[in-house]
C-alpha cells in the first residue's frame, strides 16, 4: 500500500489555466505538506497543516490555495498559472510530535507551457 | 528564507569506498535530518539528529550532529551501486517552530 499517494504525477497545462493536485496519506499522520522542488532540486516549503489546520505558511502567492477536508487528504489548489510554477511538488506527512516530514510522495511534475 | 549549503554538489566514487558529506549553516540548528532521493521518487528519511554531538547509524550510513549545532555530517561506508541518489539534509532552527529548511543536495553517483 502507498503510504503517502499524489495524483496527478505528471501535469501539462497552458499558462493562466487552473490546477488542482490531490494528497492522500494513510499513515494516520496528523500532520501534512506541500514542498516545491525547482529545477536546481531546492526543496522548499510552502504548506504544513495539523489536524486540517494550518500551521505553516511560508511566502508562497496566494494563487497556491491549499485545503485539507481531513487530516488524511491535503490538496493544492494553484490559479492562474505561471511559468515559474514549473516544479516537481511534493506532498509529505509526518506525527505531530516529531514535526519532521517522514514520509513524501512520489511528486507532481508540474509543467507550463 | 535560510538555506543550507551542502558539500560536495556531487561526488563520482568507485564501489565500495567510504563517501563523506557535510551540511553547514550560518544558525544554530536543534534538529538535523538526512534524506535520500531518488530519480522520479521523493526523498526517504534515512536518520534524525537531536542532540550536538549526537552520532546515529541506519546500516551502512552513520550521520553526526555537529557539536556547533551548525553543522551534520553523513558517512557512507563501502558504498553500492544502490546508493545512487542525491542526498539531502535539513534542519530546523530553535526558534522557527516546525519549520525545517533544506539543503542544495549532494549528488552521489556510484561505479561498479
Known amino acids: 500500500d502507498t503510504a503517502v499517494s499524489q495524483t496527478p504525477k505528471y501535469l501539462v497545462t497552458q499558462m493562466g489555466n487552473d490546477k488542482s493536485i490531490k494528497c492522500e496519506q494513510n499513515l494516520g499522520h496528523d500532520t501534512m505538506y506541500w514542498y516545491k522542488q525547482d529545477s536546481k532540486k531546492f526543496l522548499k516549503i510552502m504548506f504544513s497543516?495539523?489536524?486540517?489546520?494550518?500551521?505553516i505558511n511560508e511566502t508562497v502567492p496566494n494563487r497556491f490555495s491549499p485545503k485539507s477536508p481531513d487530516k488524511a487528504h491535503l490538496n493544492l489548489h494553484i490559479n492562474s498559472l505561471e511559468l515559474g510554477d514549473s516544479a516537481v511538488y511534493f506532498c509529505?506527512?509526518?506525527?505531530?510530535?516529531?514535526?519532521?516530514?517522514?514520509?513524501f510522495g512520489d511528486g507532481t511534475r508540474l509543467s507550463i507551457l | 528564507g535560510q538555506q543550507l549549503n551542502q558539500s560536495p554538489q556531487s561526488m563520482f566514487i568507485q564501489e565500495g569506498e567510504d563517501v563523506s558529506m557535510n551540511c553547514t549553516s550560518s544558525?544554530?540548528?536543534?534538529?538535523w535530518l538526512w534524506y535520500k532521493q531518488e530519480p522520479g521518487e521523493g526523498p526517504v528519511l534515512l536518520i534524525a539528529l537531536y542532540k550536538a554531538g549526537e552520532l546515529t547509524s541506519n546500516g551502512r550510513l552513520t550521520a553526526q550532529f555537529g557539536i556547533t549545532r551548525k553543522d551534520s555530517f553523513l558517512n557512507i561506508s563501502a558504498s553500492i551501486p544502490s546508493d545512487v541518489g542525491i542526498y539531502f539534509c535539513?534542519?530546523?532552527?530553535?526558534?522557527?517552530?516546525?519549520?525545517?529548511?533544506f539543503g542544495t543536495g549532494t549528488s552521489l553517483t556510484v561505479i561498479p
Open positions: 535539513a534542519g530546523r532552527r530553535s526558534n522557527t517552530g516546525n519549520q525545517f529548511y
Open positions: 509529505a506527512s509526518s506525527h505531530t510530535g516529531l514535526g519532521q516530514p517522514q514520509h
Open positions: 544558525s544554530i540548528f536543534n534538529t
Open positions: 497543516y495539523n489536524n486540517k489546520e494550518l500551521i
